[in-house]
């Protein structure tokens, strides 16, 4: 057997192996339109990773392929920019099947740029990624030496523009094959417009004027549409009160904000909202979470819903007028003038005090839960006014979550990142966190997870550390999968396998290099106001041995729900 190599002429410089070919292409267009990219090497992308990290674009690696659309996905909520991530074939790709499914249901544009089985066909280890992403509602686009570029560019528009994200193929062959002649790609449909009805603005405009307690409740969809600055004149016109969804966190930023709408609604807050008459409720879901499972206001309150996407998780409580946000609320501005009599904030004065906005447990105050550990409450309420308030907040999925949204407060929505609960996934934390650190390193990351949640994620635990210019990590520690032990141990069934023999992260922390140290009482707390004062990067672990017996308040309200 003979071997031939490509003779390089005096003068001439020799091809690197990661140019000249399909995914060098791919990556120069990835380099041009996503802000970073978030991956892990394998077979089926290193030609890309290596082209895209040669130019010095960007790119931050993960221990586990799921930490890679994580990251991707965190890092896109954390600025509103789309960003980039990318595996291998195969397993690579299944072990982002979790993450990917979490960003399809919670509608983030990213694109995955992964690798796939040959284009002459597949080999005894691959499966048919395109049927598995269409079977999670994601779309998957093919690159070839005639439409790299064209199709690269198109995974990306079809992203912003559907606000979902898209799976792009390499196959295994087509990598490192040379571009042909380029091949043109049909036009992309434009969006559906959804012009406001006059009648509908007629009606909805009577309706707010008429209100005694109006209240606007916006979401993630009056951020897409940059609708926040009319939202607030009408609020201020009508004399409304505002709330918003979990993904528009102080978006309103205003002292007549109740803060978040749903099952993270602070009690005295919500004997407020619910005195509201008329709701006008603005790009934000009414699912059974938001809607405190029916209970977020009466059954006699009028509230009328828009949008312009569908939603099948809605309840029928509301009325829907599908619309696009912006040009609705400028029409709304057009019939509704300033109230000349007394309106609701004259009679709730008390909202804009800097007592209601507290992040005081009113709830529950207590130091200690009935088992002797400390009651969530207390701790997370405290630590709102002890970590810096440029803060991103970031939460994986579990019980846990009752805590930080009710009692950690933020500088505006982006800085509220709460991935795994559209797919009601844990375990997507550190990767996460981690893709938050690169998007804002000019904030502190704070993470806030559960036992069981970080122990899956573990992987990126070192991902986080290495990514993170200063960050906390709190877990909220109560041994335990703690919904399984409230929803179904409280009903007689065993809780052996709901139980986890106690892990101290703050020492898993210091074994990676961090600083950290385990709470067992509210003066423990002390430990990570001293590091906070003295140290500018790096990160602190708080492990908070967390009460068993305390529930949060959207647990209870879930378990009362469903009987």
Known sequence: MTSTTTQVLP???AALPDEGNVAAVVADVVAERAGHMFGLMGNGNVHLISRLTRRDCPFTSARHESATVAMADAYYRATGSIAAATTTYGAGFTNAYTTLAE????????????????S???????????????????ITLVAG??????????????ALQTVQPVVLALPYDLATAPPSEPQPLEPMPAKPAWPADPSDLDRVAELLAAGKRPLILGGRGMLLADAVAPLLQLGDRLGALFMTSLMAANAFNSSWDL?????????????????????????ASQNLFQTRYGTLFPADTKIIRIDNEP??????????IRADIRPFVEGLLERVTAATTTTWRDTAHEVASPEFRSSLPSENPEEFGPDGRLNPRAVVAALDGILPAERSVVMDGGHFIGWAPMYLSVPDPHAMVFVGTAFQSIGMG????????????????VLVSGDGGGLMGLADFETFIRATRKGVV??????AYGAELHQYAAKGLHDQAMLIDEVDFAAVGRALGTSGAKVRTMADLQHLQDWLDTNDEGVFVLDVAISQKVVAEFMAESVAAKG
Not at 311 to 320: C, K, V
Not at 474 to 479: A, I, R, T
């Open 11 to 13: 003068g001439e410089t």
């Open 103 to 118: 960003a399809r249901i919670a509608r983030i544009p990213l694109v995955l740029v992964v690798g796939d089985a040959p």
């Open 120 to 138: 002459t066909g597949p080999r005894p280890f691959d499966i048919d990624q395109t049927k598995a992403a269409e079977a999670a509602g994601v």
């Open 145 to 158: 030496p005639g439409n790299a570029e064209a199709i690269t560019h198109r995974a990306f528009d079809l």
């Open 259 to 283: 803060g978040i709408a749903g099952g993270f609604t602070r009690l005295h807050r919500l004997d407020i909202a619910r005195q509201a008459d008329v709701v006008l409720v603005v790009g």
């Open 311 to 320: 939603d099948p998780g809605n309840l029928m409580s509301a009325e829907y």
């Open 430 to 445: 550190f990767g996460s966190a981690a893709g938050v650190s690169v998007a804002r390193p000019d904030r502190t990351t």
């Open 474 to 479: 709190v877990v909220l520690n109560d041994s």
